[in-house]
Protein backbone atom coordinates (compact mmCIF):
# COMPACT_ATOMS: atom_id res chain seq x y z
CA UNK A 1 0.00 0.00 0.00
CA UNK A 2 1.21 3.49 -0.82
CA UNK A 3 2.52 5.60 2.02
CA UNK A 4 -0.04 9.02 3.11
CA UNK A 5 3.04 10.95 2.37
CA UNK A 6 2.99 9.38 -0.96
CA UNK A 7 -0.29 9.11 -1.71
CA UNK A 8 -0.42 12.84 -1.42
CA UNK A 9 2.42 13.71 -3.55
CA UNK A 10 0.58 11.50 -6.23
CA UNK A 11 -2.39 13.15 -6.00
CA UNK A 12 -0.46 16.66 -6.31
CA UNK A 13 1.16 15.63 -9.48
CA UNK A 14 -2.31 14.19 -10.98
CA UNK A 15 -3.38 17.53 -10.48
CA UNK A 16 -0.15 19.27 -11.90
CA UNK A 17 -0.66 16.67 -15.10
CA UNK A 18 -4.11 18.05 -15.75
CA UNK A 19 -3.11 21.81 -15.24
CA UNK A 20 -0.27 20.83 -17.91
CA UNK A 21 -3.07 19.77 -20.21
CA UNK A 22 -5.47 22.68 -19.45
CA UNK A 23 -2.14 25.15 -20.44
CA UNK A 24 -1.42 22.95 -23.88
CA UNK A 25 -5.43 22.98 -24.68
CA UNK A 26 -5.56 26.99 -24.19
CA UNK A 27 -2.36 27.05 -26.46
CA UNK A 28 -4.34 25.36 -28.79
CA UNK A 29 -7.22 27.51 -28.86
CA UNK A 30 -5.28 30.01 -28.99
CA UNK A 31 -3.04 29.31 -32.05
CA UNK A 32 -6.18 27.69 -33.93
CA UNK A 33 -7.69 31.35 -33.23
CA UNK A 34 -4.42 32.53 -35.00
CA UNK A 35 -4.54 30.90 -38.34
CA UNK A 36 -1.82 28.21 -37.00
CA UNK A 37 -3.58 25.33 -37.17
CA UNK A 38 -0.26 22.98 -37.25
CA UNK A 39 0.97 24.62 -34.13
CA UNK A 40 -2.92 24.08 -32.43
CA UNK A 41 -2.69 20.55 -33.90
CA UNK A 42 0.84 20.23 -32.27
CA UNK A 43 -0.60 21.52 -28.63
CA UNK A 44 -3.56 19.41 -29.13
CA UNK A 45 -1.77 16.35 -29.47
CA UNK A 46 0.26 17.49 -26.36
CA UNK A 47 -2.83 18.09 -23.87
CA UNK A 48 -3.82 14.23 -24.85
CA UNK A 49 -0.48 13.29 -24.27
CA UNK A 50 -1.05 15.33 -20.66
CA UNK A 51 -4.12 13.76 -19.97
CA UNK A 52 -2.59 10.19 -20.72
CA UNK A 53 0.11 11.62 -17.79
CA UNK A 54 -2.76 11.86 -15.43
CA UNK A 55 -4.44 9.12 -16.12
CA UNK A 56 -1.06 6.82 -15.44
CA UNK A 57 -0.91 8.29 -12.21
CA UNK A 58 -4.39 7.37 -11.31
CA UNK A 59 -4.12 3.89 -12.75
CA UNK A 60 -1.25 3.73 -10.53
CA UNK A 61 -2.53 5.01 -7.44
CA UNK A 62 -5.36 2.81 -7.98
CA UNK A 63 -3.29 0.10 -8.53
CA UNK A 64 -1.53 0.28 -4.76
CA UNK A 65 -4.75 0.38 -3.19
CA UNK A 66 -4.41 4.24 -2.77
CA UNK A 67 -7.37 7.15 -3.06
CA UNK A 68 -7.53 9.77 -6.12
CA UNK A 69 -8.56 13.00 -5.04
CA UNK A 70 -9.20 15.38 -8.13
CA UNK A 71 -8.70 19.27 -6.76
CA UNK A 72 -9.59 22.34 -8.95
CA UNK A 73 -7.52 23.11 -11.69
CA UNK A 74 -5.72 26.72 -11.48
CA UNK A 75 -6.45 28.79 -14.68
CA UNK A 76 -4.13 29.22 -17.07
CA UNK A 77 -2.91 31.48 -19.59
CA UNK A 78 -5.09 32.13 -22.54
CA UNK A 79 -2.68 34.32 -25.06
CA UNK A 80 0.77 34.45 -26.43
CA UNK A 81 2.79 36.81 -28.41
CA UNK A 82 4.02 34.67 -30.97
CA UNK A 83 4.82 30.89 -31.12
CA UNK A 84 8.23 31.26 -30.17
CA UNK A 85 6.85 32.78 -26.51
CA UNK A 86 4.33 29.60 -26.51
CA UNK A 87 7.29 27.40 -26.88
CA UNK A 88 9.65 29.28 -24.00
CA UNK A 89 6.20 28.97 -21.89
CA UNK A 90 6.16 25.31 -22.62
CA UNK A 91 9.77 24.74 -21.81
CA UNK A 92 9.70 26.99 -18.48
CA UNK A 93 6.94 24.79 -17.47
CA UNK A 94 8.41 21.59 -18.76
CA UNK A 95 11.15 22.87 -16.59
CA UNK A 96 8.94 22.96 -13.25
CA UNK A 97 7.09 19.67 -14.33
CA UNK A 98 10.90 17.88 -14.29
CA UNK A 99 11.56 19.33 -11.01
CA UNK A 100 8.40 18.01 -9.72
CA UNK A 101 8.95 14.46 -11.25
CA UNK A 102 12.37 14.52 -9.82
CA UNK A 103 10.73 15.47 -6.35
CA UNK A 104 8.51 12.40 -6.20
CA UNK A 105 11.24 10.32 -7.04
CA UNK A 106 12.92 11.61 -4.07
CA UNK A 107 10.33 10.69 -1.86
CA UNK A 108 9.47 7.34 -3.43
CA UNK A 109 13.50 6.82 -2.07
CA UNK A 110 12.89 8.17 1.45
CA UNK A 111 9.98 6.21 1.53
CA UNK A 112 11.53 2.83 0.76
CA UNK A 113 8.39 2.75 -1.81
CA UNK A 114 10.16 0.57 -4.90
CA UNK A 115 6.93 -0.10 -7.14
CA UNK A 116 6.56 3.95 -7.20
CA UNK A 117 10.27 4.76 -8.23
CA UNK A 118 10.42 1.88 -10.61
CA UNK A 119 6.96 3.77 -12.80
CA UNK A 120 8.17 7.07 -12.29
CA UNK A 121 11.56 5.85 -14.64
CA UNK A 122 9.12 6.26 -17.34
CA UNK A 123 8.20 10.02 -15.98
CA UNK A 124 12.01 10.59 -15.62
CA UNK A 125 12.73 9.93 -19.14
CA UNK A 126 9.92 11.93 -20.73
CA UNK A 127 11.08 14.50 -18.75
CA UNK A 128 14.16 14.35 -21.15
CA UNK A 129 12.08 13.91 -24.34
CA UNK A 130 9.59 17.18 -23.16
CA UNK A 131 12.26 19.36 -22.45
CA UNK A 132 14.36 18.30 -25.55
CA UNK A 133 11.83 19.04 -27.68
CA UNK A 134 10.41 22.52 -26.67
CA UNK A 135 14.19 23.38 -26.89
CA UNK A 136 14.27 22.29 -30.79
CA UNK A 137 11.40 24.70 -31.70
CA UNK A 138 12.61 27.27 -30.05
CA UNK A 139 15.82 27.31 -31.73
CA UNK A 140 13.70 27.22 -35.18
CA UNK A 141 11.69 29.82 -34.17
CA UNK A 142 14.35 31.91 -33.33
CA UNK A 143 16.14 31.10 -36.70
CA UNK A 144 12.72 32.07 -38.73
CA UNK A 145 12.10 34.93 -36.78
CA UNK A 146 8.92 36.89 -38.26
CA UNK A 147 9.78 35.44 -42.05
CA UNK A 148 6.34 34.59 -43.32
CA UNK A 149 7.35 31.70 -45.17
CA UNK A 150 9.03 30.36 -42.35
CA UNK A 151 6.36 30.44 -40.05
CA UNK A 152 4.25 29.09 -42.82
CA UNK A 153 6.53 25.87 -43.08
CA UNK A 154 6.78 25.77 -39.40
CA UNK A 155 3.26 25.66 -38.69
CA UNK A 156 3.01 23.01 -41.94
CA UNK A 157 5.45 20.84 -39.90
CA UNK A 158 3.72 20.87 -36.68
CA UNK A 159 0.27 19.73 -38.36
CA UNK A 160 1.74 16.63 -39.13
CA UNK A 161 1.92 15.69 -35.82
CA UNK A 162 -0.33 12.38 -34.76
CA UNK A 163 -1.38 11.00 -31.19
CA UNK A 164 -0.44 8.20 -30.33
CA UNK A 165 -0.90 6.13 -26.62
CA UNK A 166 2.47 6.41 -24.14
CA UNK A 167 3.62 3.36 -23.61
CA UNK A 168 2.23 2.96 -19.92
CA UNK A 169 -0.96 2.24 -21.32
CA UNK A 170 -0.83 0.54 -23.87
CA UNK A 171 1.40 -1.96 -22.04
CA UNK A 172 -1.29 -3.89 -19.25
CA UNK A 173 -3.48 -4.02 -22.52
MG1 LIG B 1 3.19 15.62 -18.25
Redesign the pocket.
Known sequence: MLSKRMEEALNAQINA?FW?AYLYLSMAMHFENAGYKGVANWFAVQFK??QD?ATIFMNYVNSRDGKVTLRPIDAVDTSWNSIQHAFEKTLEHEKV?SSLINNLYTIALEEKDYASQSMLKWFIDEQVE?EETARDYIDALKKIGDHGYGLYMFDKELAARVYTAPAPLTANE
Do not use: A, G, P, T
Request: glycine share 0%; hydrophobic share 15%; no cysteine.
Open positions: ESEEHVE
